[in-house]
């Protein structure tokens, strides 16, 4: 009975299961984010390197998406919402383990690239913003170009960066500093 009962859920589109998990269709629910489940954790796992740290923003973003699923506004779809969520989970798990870059004028660029939920112009413009700050990143001293790329690339915390580049934590940190701030100067110009 109960499989029959998953059965005519899984029939079900986006829409209709957020429906039913706003009224506290727990079967809908579960269904809806069985489908994102494995997109959601390779996402994760782009952003991140390590495994288990992807599964607990994954449980984070499930968890989040359980309490708040009466604040979704079907204007936008569930996946988008869904990939807001992760990326914003995401973001949080990094401040909390002291992971994020100091590149506070270019964060967005970081941001997730939902290209099936953006505006083709938007998608373009964020492309265009991507290739120029991997350019200038490119065009830094190795040092540099190499102490960025650990802390963006691998959110590496600088005491292991400071190992992998075989330097003081003070120098990779002043290397991080004066790469953010010549390709802040680049960007700009």
């Given at each position: 009975?109960?499989?029959?009962?998953?059965?005519?859920?899984?029939?079900?589109?986006?829409?209709?299961?957020?429906?039913?998990?706003?009224q506290g269709e727990n079967p809908a629910f579960d269904i809806l984010?069985?489908?994102?489940?494995?997109?959601?954790?390779?996402?994760?796992?782009?952003?991140?390197?390590?495994?288990?740290?992807?599964?607990?923003?994954?449980?984070?973003?499930?968890?989040?998406?359980?309490?708040s699923i009466h604040q979704y506004r079907q204007e936008a779809s569930f996946k988008g919402w869904l990939f807001v969520i992760a990326r914003n989970s995401w973001k949080n798990y990094l401040r909390s383990h002291q992971y994020l870059s100091r590149i506070d004028q270019n964060k967005d660029i970081y941001d997730l690239d939902?290209?099936?939920?953006?505006?083709?112009?938007?998608?373009l413009i964020q492309q265009q913003q991507s290739k120029l700050l991997r350019i200038a990143i490119d065009a830094l001293p190795i040092k540099q170009r190499t102490t960025l790329s650990l802390?963006?690339?691998?959110?590496l915390p600088f005491a292991n960066i400071a190992d992998a580049m075989q330097c003081s934590l003070s120098t990779a940190k002043a290397n991080h500093y004066y790469g953010v701030k010549t390709v802040g100067r680049m960007i700009a110009a």
């Open positions: 009975m109960e499989n029959r009962g998953r059965k005519k859920y899984q029939q079900l589109d986006d829409e209709a299961l957020t429906r039913l998990a706003k984010l069985g489908r994102y489940r494995s997109l959601i954790k390779r996402y994760l796992l782009s952003l991140i390197v390590d495994p288990n740290a992807a599964e607990d923003i994954l449980q984070d973003t499930f968890i989040k998406v359980y309490t939902i290209a099936s939920e953006q505006s083709p112009e938007n998608a802390r963006i690339d691998r959110q």
